[in-house]
């Protein structure tokens, strides 16, 4: 086939849904992309190497709380999806989704590993025709410096034999409105052939597609969106930390602040950053912009003033039992949520996990309540959940709100004696002396 007609079959098989879409990475992003290619009639296969989430898809069972275990089953059950590890699978693939992780090394420095040997694996059985798209977050420069070259080397031309496109995941775990198939989509392709051929793939699953002229745009527009939150959360972080200097309450600050219509958006403060997407990102952009001479100054910032929030916490729990002439040694914590948002599962760079340890560290006896986190282990705690109720017959010295999950039962925390610290506003028009917010 000439080039061109690479490109015809491609779309053809795309526009008839005869396309065998593989995605790479089974997570919080791959496995709800995977099920809606399915639900759109697809024959996807989802290639994970953790053999745990190849078996539940098999199965019908989702471990992912925003895909509904009964759209998985039906997909699977249809013979639309199926999980395997084999990756030599991926030659039979038409299209390739790639959404692994991509951390920081202790240094801060991106960790691009996952994303390597992933394009390694399609690298080895690539042929004429596959459209290969990055979905997982990256510094700008990943698709074209990195993965293009690597898949190159099996002497194919990118954009001529094969395509290869950028397009950053936005989902938001837990959100009710807003999900894959109503999320526009942006893509950015290494040339025009793949930017046409990864947006005509998701203009037959999402609502909206934005194309835009390459791959280092579509990179950086996740990393101007995730560093948007990063900054201006900070900036509403240090604002709290201003209204307490102050006497002022900044929930109500804020509150106000939002009935203006225009040029205002609301963020909140809270017990720092968490999730695998905002206290990251910004770090692999200010990483390749360093490459490039230049210091992200706001990112740093940032930062800095919500890695602090975690301290600021123990010193509003150290005042509310203050106020009951106790020391954080020897005190009783009760953590209410320990994800690092509400009603999701997820633990990843939660900042409850700071604040237990910097409580342990002053002598605090911690426990915690999180239905969706039944057991904890980090830097040598193994902690199991503890039902609310419970907790509260037994009387903490104090509760933190971490994370403000809709199931815990506010009413009966307001009934206790217990001081209760809320990072997150929970507790919103009770006011109490025993209430301590940031
Ligand atoms: N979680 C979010 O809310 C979110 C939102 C937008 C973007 N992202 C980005 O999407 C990417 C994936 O994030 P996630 O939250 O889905 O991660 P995740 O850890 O939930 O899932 C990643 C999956 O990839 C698998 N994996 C790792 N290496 C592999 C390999 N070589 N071959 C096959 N499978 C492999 C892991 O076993 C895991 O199941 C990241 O770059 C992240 O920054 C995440």
């Not at 809270?270 to 100054?297: M, T, V």
């Not at 815990?408 to 006011?431: E, G, I, M, P």
Request: net charge negative; charged share 25%.
């Amino acid at each position: 086939m000439t080039a061109n007609a690479n490109h015809q079959a491609l779309l053809d098989r795309i526009r008839t849904k005869r396309a065998k879409i593989g995605v790479i990475g089974l997570g919080y992003v791959g496995l709800p992309l995977a099920v809606e290619f399915a639900r759109q009639g697809f024959d996807v296969s989802g290639f994970d190497v953790d053999e745990f989430k190849t078996g539940e898809i098999n199965a019908g069972r989702s471990y992912i709380p925003d895909v509904s275990p009964a759209e998985l089953s039906e997909v699977v059950k249809a013979g639309r999806l199926r999980g395997t590890t084999q990756m030599a699978d991926l030659a039979s693939m038409d299209v390739i989704d790639i959404c692994v992780p991509t951390p920081l090394r202790k240094t801060k420095d991106p960790d691009l590993s996952y994303v390597v040997r992933a394009v390694e694996a399609v690298a080895a059985t690539l042929r004429k025709g596959q459209l290969v798209i990055l979905e997982s977050t990256t510094y700008p420069g990943t698709t074209d410096e990195v993965v293009q070259p690597m898949l190159e080397s099996r002497g194919f031309k990118a954009d001529v034999d094969f395509f290869l496109a950028f397009s950053p995941e936005r989902v938001d775990p837990g959100n009710q409105k807003f999900n894959t198939r109503n999320i526009p989509k942006v893509v950015g392709g290494v040339g025009t052939a793949s930017t046409e051929a990864a947006a005509r793939l998701y203009g037959s699953t999402v609502d909206t597609v934005v194309q835009v002229s390459s791959t280092r745009v579509a990179e950086m527009v996740k990393l101007l969106e995730n560093t948007f939150r990063a900054v201006n959360i900070g900036m509403v972080n240090e604002l709290a930390l201003m209204c307490h200097k102050m006497d002022i309450d900044v929930w109500e600050v804020i509150d106000a602040a939002k009935t203006k219509p225009f040029g205002f958006m609301p963020f909140y403060p809270g017990p720092g950053l968490g999730g695998h997407c905002i206290p990251i990102d910004p770090f692999y952009l200010s990483w390749k912009a360093r490459q490039n001479g230049f210091e992200c100054r706001f990112i740093e910032l940032a930062g800095s003033v919500n890695s602090a929030m975690p301290d600021f916490v123990v010193e509003r729990v150290s005042e509310a039992l203050n106020t009951a002439r106790k020391s954080i040694n020897g005190s009783r914590v009760h953590l209410i949520g320990v994800a690092y948002k509400k009603d999701v599962n997820d633990m990843r760079e939660s900042p409850a996990l700071d604040v237990l340890e910097l409580l342990s560290k002053r002598g605090a006896r911690v426990t915690y309540s999180d239905p969706y986190v039944p057991e904890l282990r980090h830097g040598g705690h193994t902690l199991a959940s503890i039902d609310l109720t419970a907790v509260l017959a037994d009387a903490p010295d104090c509760a933190v709100i971490c994370t403000d999950h809709g199931v815990f039962d506010y009413d009966a925390l307001l009934k206790s004696d217990t001081l209760l610290v809320d990072t997150r506003n929970a507790l919103k028009n009770h006011q109490s002396p025993r209430i301590f917010r940031l």
